[in-house]
T-cell receptor
Framework: NAGVMQNPRHLVRRRGQEARLRCSPMKGHSHVYWYRQLPEEGLKFMVYLQKENIIDESGMPKERFSAEFPKEGPSILRIQQVVRGDSAAYFC??????????????FGPGTRLTVL | DQQVKQNSPSLSVQEGRISILNCDYTNSMFDYFLWYKKYPAEGPTFLISISSIKDKNEDGRFTVFLNKSAKHLSLHIVPSQPGDSAVYFCAASSLTGNQFYFGTGTSLTVIP
């Protein structure tokens, strides 16, 4: 049973370009979460999605960031017109159930985004 | 606003001794707490959890203690092994919430 997959593992973009980060949850998991870790900080929640639905995006910056989890395929975190402050490690997690139950989230290896 | 705090950025312990990692939280709505372990260039790995109806949960060498009145939890590792060297994150959530709130991590070094 493969774990949470993220790709690419490392992504380098110049300021103003777009970054697309992909996440495939564990088999049987339909709940996906994106977190961001800035240097010397803990993981900060960004968005929670189920298939074709954004459930909670309270941690997403209002501009330039978007996320989707289509019926088929991986979840995508998209950052438009990247700036240097977007440089961070982006982690995806999945769980078999969402809020209303106690269950851990399983994390992928992360994508390290570097903006030049 | 940091709702989960780990005030010790690092900790060094001799192999075979006990490691105690601490975590404080401010939100009284939190009722589910977890510890994750993270190696460099990897994602966090779930270690152990506890719900607010308990004050202790044990799994092998790892024990988590919860003091609700003090809004404090701790992770005990006994005996500590060199392979335990990693960054440990405390996380908290509520049954009705959608996200985990993470502390800033404690880097544990177990000296052989």
């Amino acid at each position: 049973n493969a774990g949470v997959m993220q790709n690419p593992r490392h992504l380098v973009r110049r300021r103003g370009q777009e970054a697309r980060l992909r996440c495939s949850p564990m088999k049987g998991h339909s709940h996906v979460y994106w977190y961001r870790q800035l240097p010397e900080e803990g993981l900060k929640f960004m968005v929670y999605l189920q298939k074709e639905n954004i459930i909670d995006e309270s941690g997403m910056p209002k501009e330039r960031f978007s996320a989707e989890f289509p019926k088929e395929g991986p979840s995508i975190l998209r950052i438009q017109q990247v700036v240097r402050g977007d440089s961070a490690a982006y982690f995806c997690a999945s769980s078999p159930q969402g809020s209303g139950t106690y269950n851990e989230q399983f994390f992928g290896p992360g994508t390290r985004l570097t903006v030049l | 606003d940091q709702q989960v705090k780990q005030n010790s950025p690092s900790l060094s312990v001799q192999e075979g001794r006990i490691s105690i990692l601490n975590c404080d939280y401010t939100n009284s709505m939190f009722d589910y707490f977890l510890w994750y372990k993270k190696y460099p260039a990897e994602g966090p790995t779930f270690l152990i959890s506890i719900s607010s109806i308990k004050d202790k949960n044990e799994d092998g060498r790892f024990t988590v203690f919860l003091n609700k009145s003090a809004k404090h939890l701790s992770l005990h590792i006994v005996p500590s092994q060199p392979g335990d060297s990693a960054v440990y994150f405390c996380a908290a959530s509520s049954l009705t919430g959608n996200q985990f709130y993470f502390g800033t991590g404690t880097s544990l070094t177990v000296i052989p």
